[in-house]
């Protein structure tokens, strides 16, 4: 049985939450916000841009519940950290629980700049547990039909690719989700799940080409 230790209280926690509730072998043991927030397991309050289901009401015999993530590091009965909190939190916390030794899943994306996505990836390197990005579209029945349409040649060899993604903003991150220097807005947020399969399809880009432009 792997127990999971959830850092943050908002959407992001309650769709990973969802996913726990579903999964055999694992369990949610801790929840962790420094507000307090949600930590009675009530998430009644919590809306996001997806989904329709029933709010999440926790029952919260067995879960710990922690204020700080140094106290929740150092619960020894926690096997992994889920870290869904905004994105400029995630560099500091997901350094200091791959120090802990637990494992760590982090929200995307794993870090606000590349400078702080490289020292996190070579402290996941040294450290005891494993890191994962929680890229989610590789998972999804559509996304992983297409990779395998593309790895098996069924279509023929791919010769262009072209995504789109339209959204609007998230109604858990009004105070960060527009703040470039929290966040990276729309296009870190967003285009990075592209990027990403792009390059899970593909392989690495070889030349790398942009254009965008504003729009208020």
């Not at 890191?131 to 040649?153: H, N, Q, S, T, Y």
């Not at 995504?163 to 285009?191: C, I, M, T, Y």
Request: with cysteine; charged share 20%; glycine share 10%.
């Amino acid at each position: 049985m792997i127990k999971v230790g959830i850092v943050g209280t908002g959407f992001m926690a309650v769709a990973h939450l969802r996913a726990y509730l579903d999964v055999a072998g694992i369990e949610v043991g801790a929840l962790c916000n420094p507000s307090g927030r949600n930590l009675d397991g009530d998430f009644s309050d919590v809306h996001g841009n997806v989904g329709t289901e029933e709010p999440v009401k926790l029952d919260m015999t067995g879960i710990a519940t922690y204020r700080s993530l140094d106290d929740l590091l150092a619960d020894d009965s926690i096997d992994l950290i889920d870290i869904t909190t905004p994105t400029f939190l995630h560099h500091e916390q997901a350094l200091a629980a791959l120090a802990s030794g637990k494992h760590v899943l982090c929200e995307k994306p794993m870090a606000r700049t590349s400078q702080q996505a490289k020292e996190i990836a070579e402290a996941a390197q040294a450290a005891k547990g494993f890191f994962m990005p929680a890229m989610c579209l590789r998972f999804w029945p559509e996304w992983k039909w297409v990779k395998d349409a593309i790895d098996d040649g069924r279509f023929g060899l791919p010769l262009s690719a072209r995504f789109r993604r339209v959204a609007e903003a998230p109604a858990w991150g009004q105070n960060s989700f527009l703040d470039g220097e929290k966040s990276g807005g729309g296009l870190l947020d967003l285009h990075i799940h592209d990027a990403d399969f792009a390059a899970y399809c593909f392989g690495r880009p070889t030349h790398v080409y942009a254009q965008g432009h504003t729009k208020v």
